[in-house]
């Protein structure tokens, strides 16, 4: 500085204008080196911290470069060069090093923030990072230092000491507890979620309460987001999660079945005793052959045994359409593919209603996904509704329009015919 306003005044410059002249210089040179060695940083130091970490044989630095920690990093170079150059105007240095600590301070807040969120980018390559998620608790850390970093930064513009400001949060603690309302309960909510291992990223849940039913594709500090089946996105705050209950299916899905439980409605006036004729036809079914040689065997000797008169089927056992139908059902899952046969198995009758005998499958697919399941489901229930008239039995269903207009249109036939035979 002394140097440039000698310069000056040795061209017999006026001293005020030298004075004008010699700050504005100085602040250009020193413009002019914060340029070079932000570029000197940028484009020699980055490239060559890029160029190392690129061909290197780990990845998870690539996150670095893929969140630009060290380009934030660089920006704190220019601060340095003026922090050390306020000396050269002795009237405003003390304002120059504030600004410049603070530049500096906020330049290391957000570096911090990136590295953070670096970390948790490295984490989330790791298989345990959708068992144990650390986003939420990245997040807390994140609210704390910028807490904090603005602290610094009022105390150093303030000239006063962080400690006197520290002190006088206790009295805005009630506010703050207002303001990170929701941040608390979720701090509180996402320690419980992951030691009880409640959620994980990737688990299909539901939650009709907030209309979500489909996968978990993040977890943060204050809310669940949740892709449902028609790709919206649900956002469920998280303590929601622990103060209501939801369904989580990851139960199913490591159990490697999915449940079908689901009823044939069967008309009650269809079902009947089995004939001679209809036992014989039975016998011709590959899945019944040896069940109707069996109960043949049983109910012969019972009714020997005790007896029977055999004229009235009513006395004794014998053998009825349904029970036969419901045999059939059990062995025809048990040798179907898709059906798994170490998990429950179940062909049973729930209690009759005005829709006629409710004839249940409970029975698990072999295979959990949607569409195998839809179809594995869909094919035997076909099978099924196909081959219930061979076993002499109606599937219920309430009458249609159709059905009505046919019946209407045969009661006027007869009507017709009648007159036309008078």
Not at 400 to 415: F, R
Request: hydrophobic content about 45%; overall charge neutral.
């Amino acid at each position: 500085m002394q140097f440039i306003t000698n310069q000056l005044l040795e061209l017999e410059m006026d001293p005020i204008l030298v004075e004008y002249l010699s700050a504005i210089i100085m602040i250009l040179f020193i413009g002019l080196i914060c340029i070079i060695a932000n570029l000197i940083t940028k484009k020699i130091v980055i490239r060559i911290i890029t160029h190392y970490i690129t061909n290197n044989k780990y990845t998870w630095d690539n996150m670095l470069l893929d969140r630009k920690v060290f380009h934030r990093l660089s920006h704190i170079v220019p601060a340095i060069i003026i922090y050390y150059f306020s000396p050269t105007f002795p009237n405003y240095q003390n304002m120059i090093e504030k600004m410049a600590i603070a530049y500096i301070i906020i330049v290391g807040l957000v570096v911090i923030y990136t590295l953070l969120n670096a970390i948790n980018d490295i984490y989330q390559t790791f298989e345990i990072s959708k068992i144990k998620p650390i986003k939420g608790y990245i997040q807390v850390v994140n609210i704390i230092i910028i807490i904090l970093g603005i602290i610094l930064v009022i105390a150093n513009l303030m000239g006063k000491s962080p400690l006197l400001l520290l002190s006088g949060i206790g009295a805005l603690s009630a506010v703050l507890m207002l303001v990170f309302k929701d941040s608390l309960l979720g701090l509180v909510a996402g320690i419980q979620l992951t030691a009880n291992d409640m959620v994980r990223v990737g688990d299909w849940i539901e939650m009709p309460k907030y209309g979500a039913d489909g996968d978990i594709i993040d977890i943060s500090l204050n809310t669940v987001k949740v892709q449902n089946f028609d790709k919206t996105i649900t956002t469920i705050p998280s303590y929601a999660l622990i103060s209501d209950s939801f369904i989580n299916w990851r139960g199913m899905e490591s159990s490697g079945g999915r449940r079908i439980k689901r009823s044939l409605y069967i008309d009650t006036n269809s079902i009947t005793f089995c004939t001679e004729s209809m036992i014989e036809k039975f016998k011709s079914i590959h899945f019944l052959t040896e069940y109707i040689l069996q109960k043949e065997r049983e109910i012969s000797e019972y009714n020997t045994r005790y007896e029977v008169n055999k004229n009235n089927p009513v006395n004794g056992r014998a053998l009825t359409n349904i029970g036969v139908f419901r045999s059939y059902i059990n062995s025809y899952l048990q040798h179907h593919p898709g059906i798994s046969k170490e998990m429950t198995l179940l062909v049973r009758q729930l209690a009759p209603s005005e829709n006629g005998l409710p004839l249940e499958i409970y029975a698990f697919t072999n295979d959990i996904r949607w569409a195998v399941y839809e179809s594995i489901q869909s094919d035997i229930f076909d099978h099924l509704f196909a081959v219930a008239p061979e076993f002499g039995l109606r599937v219920f269903q309430n009458p249609s329009g159709n059905d009505l207009k046919n019946l209407a249109g045969e009661t006027k036939g007869d009507v017709m015919s009648r007159e036309l035979g008078q």
